[in-house]
């Protein structure tokens, strides 16, 4: 157990629809980072927060958008979905300075 | 994008065999670290080198790293069955954001 927290588990839904995928990172971690692994394009970056504010981005669509609140949790949004949406979608999080993230067990979002 | 690129994409073998999965990446990188992953699960971090670094040994594992060649190879000695899974690398070049290649399985059979 890495200590990171994703919620749902599983998520069903059809196009269309907007969906939000919640992640509670480790006590402490002020860096969480989403990415989704997809059967074609594989493990992808999405964006990487820390202490609240956006740090980096990766390929993101712009259907979608997170953030990061207060008390550090984050969300990811994910709107207007299309099949090719379908795809496990994993937080990670990490404390200031550290070079390896702790992921968490992911989202799988199937996308009817 | 993929930065990293492994071989073989699969590799079975038997308990007890080693088991040798490599990476190639293409631009220059901080660290380079290797993950495992059980069938759909979450990621587990399993070694970092860093660019300074030739050779790293954790237990049973132990990585190697060219940066000269951009590449780096992850060896697995004495495997068991508990090792099957998808093995991946991933380098980091600028923040702390990895790049992950495409992956290996590897399935170890009693």
């Known amino acids: 157990d890495s200590g990171v927290t994703q919620t749902p588990k599983h998520l069903i839904t059809a196009t269309g629809q907007r969906v939000t995928l919640r992640c509670s990172p480790r006590?402490?971690?002020?860096?969480v980072y989403w990415y989704q692994q997809s059967l074609d394009q594989g493990l992808q970056f999405l964006i990487q927060y820390y202490n609240g504010e956006e740090r980096a981005k990766g390929n993101i669509l712009e259907r979608f958008s997170a953030q990061q609140f207060p008390d550090l949790h984050s969300e990811l949004n994910l709107s207007s979905l299309e099949l090719g949406d379908s795809a496990l979608y994993f937080c990670?999080?990490?404390?200031?300075?550290?070079?390896?993230?702790?992921f968490g067990p992911g989202t799988r979002l199937t996308v009817l | 994008s993929q930065q990293g690129e492994e071989d073989p994409q699969a590799l079975s073998i038997q308990e007890g065999e080693n088991a040798t999965m490599n990476c190639s990446y293409k631009t220059s990188i901080n660290n380079l670290q290797w993950y495992r992953q059980n069938s759909g699960r979450g990621l587990v971090h399993l070694i970092l080198?860093?660019?300074?670094?030739r050779e790293k040994h954790s237990g049973r594992l132990r990585v190697t790293l060219d940066t000269s060649k951009k590449s780096s190879s992850l060896l697995i000695t004495a495997s068991r069955a508990a090792d099957t899974a998808s093995y991946f690398c991933?380098?980091?070049?600028?923040?702390?954001?990895?790049?992950f290649g495409k992956g290996t399985m590897l399935l170890v059979s009693p």
């Open positions: 006590s402490g971690d002020l860096s």
């Open positions: 991933a380098t980091v070049s600028g923040y702390s954001t990895l790049t």
């Open positions: 080198i860093r660019s300074n670094e």
């Open positions: 990670a999080s990490s404390p200031h300075g550290a070079l390896a993230p702790y």
